[in-house]
């Protein structure tokens, strides 16, 4: 299983853009980044996944460098409604059951 | 759809007494997950059902048992609980591979 390491915390201004790196050095060759999105009191969301470059959506972009032993997570301009726990999974299919969450990034968006 | 549904949103149980957590989804997903979150901490993944049928134990199964009831229905059983059970418990689904989807959680407590 690929472990991961990523920032205990980190606080933002609004308006900023938040980067998010998360490190994980023994990821397998078919193994998928993905990152989850947690508020207190609910399950994690679902944020973006990706396998190499650069991915984008409407919520963020995920930068993978080519050798992939690290990812960052890009949240442009955020808001207080950012603050939350996110997550760094790294697993694929027939090895994503196993996948683990661990403690996370606890970013809290400053006024 | 209703996504993942999950009963009771909260219990409070007495050491040594029994209790199910039920998880539904409506999503056709394959895959299902029961993970467990102590405060402060990540998700850590108790068992998981790769498709109906199946089960398997994740990190902390010990304490725990789980039936895969149909394809929809994913049961986890506490027979003896203990106060190291008191957790936040998530369901999830996915299709094999995919993002996960969780439910809103049951907060159980055993005094």
């Known amino acids: 299983l690929a472990k991961t390491t990523q920032p205990i915390s980190m606080d933002s201004y609004e308006g900023q853009e938040v980067n998010i790196t998360c490190s994980h050095n023994n990821i397998a060759t078919n193994d998928y980044i993905t990152w989850y999105q947690q508020f207190p009191s609910q399950g994690p969301r679902f944020i973006i996944q990706g396998y190499k470059t650069k991915v984008t959506n409407e919520v963020a972009s995920l930068f993978i460098p080519a050798d992939r032993k690290s990812s960052t997570l890009s949240l442009p301009r955020v808001s207080l409604s950012d603050t939350a726990v996110y997550y760094c999974?790294?697993?694929?299919?027939?090895?994503?059951?196993?996948?683990?969450f661990g403690i996370g990034t606890k970013l809290q968006v400053i006024p | 759809n209703a996504g993942v549904t999950q009963t009771p949103k909260f219990q409070v149980l007495k050491t040594g007494q029994s209790m199910t957590l039920q998880c539904a989804q409506d999503?056709?997903?394959?895959?299902m997950y029961w993970y467990r979150q102590d405060p402060g901490m990540g998700l850590r993944l108790i068992y998981y059902?790769?498709?109906?049928?199946?089960?398997d134990k994740g990190e902390v199964p010990n304490g725990y048992n789980v039936s895969r009831l149909n394809k929809r229905e994913f049961s986890l059983r506490l027979e003896s609980a203990a106060p190291s059970q008191t957790s936040v418990y998530f369901c999830a689904s996915t299709r094999t591979g995919d993002e996960q989807y969780f439910g809103p959680g049951t907060r159980l407590t055993v005094t």
């Open positions: 059902s790769a498709s109906e049928g199946t089960t």
């Open positions: 999974l790294v697993g694929g299919p027939g090895g994503y059951q196993k996948v683990t």
């Open positions: 999503m056709n997903h394959n895959s």
